[in-house]
């Protein structure tokens, strides 16, 4: 069974630094991959997702993840952060070519906390 | 678009008792998720629908779980005789086609 993981569990950043949370995942063949924001209080809203194409991805509010196939990885990038980008982060996986109608894998969540 | 809308939003019962909760997935969509998160993890997939048929269950989904969505259109997941190890947050999504998954803001079950 496919796996998704995030190593950072817990970030700490000050306003204006760049971020970068990582995310590897264990499937060998095609995949479809997510970045889910859970801001405090809200729902899981979609931040960016790749299909196909180019594997550098950009989603809303200047985020942006590179999907490395030869890594297994798609890291999500910002290059400043903002004290409203707090919130917890997931990362997810779909296996196979449909595109986005089959269950979602995700990770633990990166809780990222930005510090005026 | 209205969101995926989830009642209660808090249910706070007793080892033993049975819950039930409700989603109402967007209305143009066909799939429909169920999902629990426990503090400190993603969600788990538990449950999914296309229109009114159940077609995969996560060996999570013990005999105690069950949901069902009648029509295609709202779902509901009951629990019956809850233990403590049932809290979580139970999560809602729905989809059309390939396109992502909207989530609702959840259930949060708390088993005293």
């Known amino acids: 069974a496919q796996s998704v993981s995030q190593h950072n569990h817990h970030v700490i950043l000050s306003e204006a630094a760049s971020l970068e949370l990582g995310c590897n995942y264990s499937?060998?063949?095609?995949?479809?991959l997510f970045w889910y924001v859970q801001y405090p209080g809200q729902h899981l809203q979609l931040l960016l997702k790749?299909?196909?194409?180019?594997?550098l991805v950009k989603g809303i509010k200047g985020f942006e993840a590179e999907f490395i196939k030869s890594k297994f990885s798609f890291n999500l990038r910002k290059p400043s952060v903002q004290w409203s980008d707090t919130a917890e982060y997931f990362c997810?996986?779909?296996?196979?070519?449909?595109?986005?109608?089959?269950?979602?894998?995700f990770g633990t969540g990166t809780q990222l906390k930005v510090e005026l | 678009d209205t969101g995926v809308s989830q009642n209660p939003r808090h249910k706070i019962t007793k080892r033993g008792q049975n819950v039930t909760f409700r989603c109402d997935p967007i209305?143009?969509?066909?799939?429909l998720y169920w999902y629990r998160q426990t503090l400190g993890q993603g969600p788990e997939f538990l449950t999914y629908?296309?229109?009114?048929?159940?077609?995969?269950k996560s060996r999570l989904l013990s005999d105690r779980f069950s949901a069902e969505r009648p029509k295609g259109s709202f779902s509901t997941l009951e629990i019956q005789r809850t233990e403590q190890g049932d809290s979580a947050m139970y999560l809602c999504?729905?989809?059309?086609?390939?396109?992502?998954?909207?989530f609702g803001n959840g259930t949060r079950l708390t088993v005293t």
């Open positions: 999504a729905s989809g059309q086609g390939n396109s992502p998954l909207h």
């Open positions: 499937y060998g063949g095609t995949v479809n």
């Open positions: 790749y299909f196909s194409g180019d594997p």
């Open positions: 997810a996986v779909i296996p196979g070519v449909t595109g986005g109608g089959n269950k979602l894998t």
């Open positions: 209305s143009e969509h066909n799939r």
């Open positions: 629908f296309q229109n009114e048929a159940q077609l995969e």
